[in-house]
């Protein structure tokens, strides 16, 4: 005979899936979001992705190139993600400096300097999301208003998000449906007609890139929707024993960072866990910390120190929550 057997380790299944694919599915994915927000906010929102993904990519090329002295892979298509990402979650009208500091700490801190993509704990992206929101909450917090290609990028009109108009009137004492008389409707609210980061904004668009990953097999539905699953039961629960002074379930699953990261930044492969159950754990981890910040806390924000958070538990998920090995024996 002269064909051979050739015995190795598991996995036994290949198929041609590569990083640099799944990278750019994310990124075609995303393409409906960064239409809805150059529709709304215009020049602002071309300026401010230009920045952040230039910034990513140079960041990457020069840290990998000079400093850990190895092949540049930003071809891979994950510092262009990052870049996009970072971009979705701050203001349109956000200074260009300010972005470019955002890309240096979401590449150099929160991915590089773990040994690049693969092995950070922590989602890049959210890491200077949430560096920059510490260190220039007033620019982080000036919110551009949708007023489409007549919006300045350096004298744009500002205002305050639904969220944070609903937490401002709440701590006042007013009640919900006064509140809501303030603020675009759920309607106006699914297709983005609201002031927010550019990513946050329109949920239809969001929705549209879900449903291309999952046709593309590229994430599972496992973590969107037990976050948004529990999202809208605790706040259900709170809006049933008191409407006037907490906001209904959609408000809230359409207004801030929820279905943006529910999406496409707690669903990424290096930060999530690896098995269904630690999918369901992580997501309802993110879902339950996410209303406690926005009931309790004093942001009225608080879907990315929620995934930040549970990021730093996905070890600890995949070392307790694993299949039964093939030929395990079972207790039963």
């Given at each position: 005979?002269?064909?051979t057997?050739?015995?190795?380790?598991?996995?036994?299944?290949?198929?041609?899936?590569?990083?640099?694919?799944?990278?750019?599915?994310?990124?075609?994915?995303?393409?409906?979001?960064?239409?809805?927000?150059?529709?709304?906010?215009?020049?602002?929102?071309?300026i401010?992705?230009?920045?952040?993904?230039?910034?990513?990519?140079?960041f990457?090329?020069?840290?990998?190139?000079f400093?850990?002295k190895?092949?540049?892979?930003?071809?891979?298509?994950s510092?262009?993600?990052?870049?996009?990402?970072?971009?979705?979650?701050?203001?349109?009208?956000?200074?260009?400096?300010?972005?470019?500091?955002?890309?240096?700490?979401?590449?150099?801190?929160?991915?590089m300097?773990?040994?690049?993509?693969?092995?950070?704990?922590?989602?890049?992206?959210l890491?200077?999301?949430v560096?920059?929101?510490?260190?220039?909450?007033?620019?982080?917090?000036?919110?551009?208003?949708?007023?489409?290609?007549s919006?300045?990028?350096?004298?744009?009109?500002?205002?305050a998000?639904?969220?944070?108009?609903?937490k401002?009137?709440?701590?006042?004492?007013?009640?919900?449906?006064?509140?809501?008389?303030?603020?675009?409707?759920?309607?106006?609210?699914?297709?983005?007609?609201?002031?927010?980061?550019?990513?946050?904004?329109?949920?239809?668009?969001?929705?549209?890139?879900?449903?291309?990953?999952?046709?593309?097999?590229?994430?599972?539905?496992?973590?969107?929707?037990?976050?948004?699953?529990?999202?809208?039961?605790?706040?259900?629960?709170?809006?049933?024993?008191?409407?006037?002074?907490?906001?209904d379930?959609?408000?809230?699953?359409?207004?801030?960072?929820?279905?943006?990261?529910?999406v496409?930044m707690?669903?990424?492969?290096?930060?999530?866990?690896?098995?269904?159950?630690?999918?369901w754990?992580?997501?309802?981890g993110?879902?339950?910390?996410?209303?406690?910040?926005?009931?309790?806390?004093?942001?009225?924000?608080?879907?990315?120190?929620?995934?930040?958070?549970?990021?730093?538990?996905?070890?600890?998920?995949?070392?307790?929550?694993?299949?039964?090995?093939?030929?395990?024996?079972?207790?039963?």
């Amino acid at each position: 005979m002269n064909k051979t057997i050739t015995i190795s380790p598991s996995p036994h299944v290949y198929e041609d899936t590569t990083a640099k694919r799944l990278m750019f599915d994310v990124v075609i994915a995303m393409l409906p979001v960064l239409a809805f927000s150059i529709y709304f906010f215009g020049m602002g929102a071309i300026i401010v992705t230009l920045t952040a993904v230039v910034s990513c990519l140079a960041f990457e090329w020069l840290i990998q190139k000079f400093l850990l002295k190895q092949e540049p892979t930003i071809s891979d298509g994950s510092a262009l993600v990052t870049g996009i990402l970072l971009a979705f979650n701050v203001p349109a009208n956000l200074p260009i400096g300010i972005i470019i500091i955002g890309s240096l700490v979401a590449i150099g801190v929160g991915k590089m300097s773990f040994g690049g993509l693969g092995n950070n704990p922590f989602n890049p992206a959210l890491v200077g999301r949430v560096f920059l929101l510490i260190s220039f909450p007033v620019q982080m917090t000036s919110w551009s208003m949708p007023t489409g290609f007549s919006n300045s990028y350096t004298d744009a009109i500002t205002g305050a998000t639904p969220l944070g108009v609903m937490k401002e009137g709440i701590g006042a004492g007013e009640s919900v449906s006064a509140i809501m008389d303030k603020i675009p409707s759920h309607m106006e609210l699914f297709y983005g007609h609201m002031g927010g980061s550019m990513g946050e904004i329109a949920a239809l668009a969001i929705m549209i890139g879900f449903a291309y990953l999952l046709i593309r097999k590229v994430i599972t539905w496992h973590i969107p929707v037990s976050i948004i699953a529990t999202i809208t039961i605790f706040t259900g629960i709170l809006w049933l024993a008191n409407p006037e002074a907490n906001a209904d379930p959609l408000f809230h699953l359409l207004t801030g960072g929820v279905m943006l990261g529910a999406v496409f930044m707690a669903t990424d492969y290096v930060t999530s866990p690896m098995s269904v159950k630690g999918m369901w754990i992580f997501g309802i981890g993110i879902g339950v910390i996410t209303v406690l910040i926005r009931v309790y806390g004093s942001y009225p924000e608080g879907v990315s120190f929620a995934i930040l958070i549970m990021n730093a538990f996905v070890p600890l998920i995949n070392s307790y929550i694993k299949p039964k090995r093939f030929g395990e024996l079972r207790n039963d």
